[in-house]
């Protein structure tokens, strides 16, 4: 069975700087899809970035990019230029082709500070 | 246009009581997804839907929890004889078509309290 394992429970970060929040997963498919989604203070759960597993290139969304380490198992999410609104809970999800389900680690809280 | 709508947005249930979770998918998009998402957690995989067809219902806890989606768009989760584990915040998403890697559009939930 897959997993998502997220070690930073919480992380805090000063607006314009950059902060970096860690995910590694565990499976034995080759073909599968990694997603970082944001869920802000009593909103509803959006989609940040998602890298397919086989390009090789790092996906990149404007100020977020991910480190894909396919070998490694990690797929990091950077955010430059923090800003107040990237305060949210992120959570790190993946998604084989072999299942319907998508699985999510237990998520970090990011606090950007003024 | 409209984005995944859930009803009602909480719920406060009495131990041995039947709920009803709503869901209304973006329209048109043909997969529909339940999670479930206890308090400091990430969501749970409950229930997958392609059209009316219910693909996968592995994730559902237990015999009391039943999801349908029987037009193939509004879906509901009903859950039996709730318990105080039951208590969560029950999610919907949706996507554009079939399996594989998506974009999933989540609505705001549906928070589950049973005392």
Redesign the interface.
Known sequence: AQT?TQSQPEMSVQEAETVTLSCTYDTSENN??L?W?KQPPS?????VI?Q?AYKQQNATENRFSVNFQKAAKSFSLKISDSQLGDTAMY?C?F?S?N?????????TRLTVKP | GAGVSQSPRYKVAKRGQDVALRCDPISGHVSLFWYQQALGQGPEFLTYFQNEAQLDKSGLPSDRFFAERPEGSVSTLKIQRTQQEDSAVYLCASSLVGRGGETQYFGPGTRLLVL
């Open positions: 998502v599968y899809y997603f989604y909103r509803q759960m959006i989609l998602r397919e959570f999800a998604y082709y299942n319907n389900d998508m699985r999510f680690g237990a998520g």
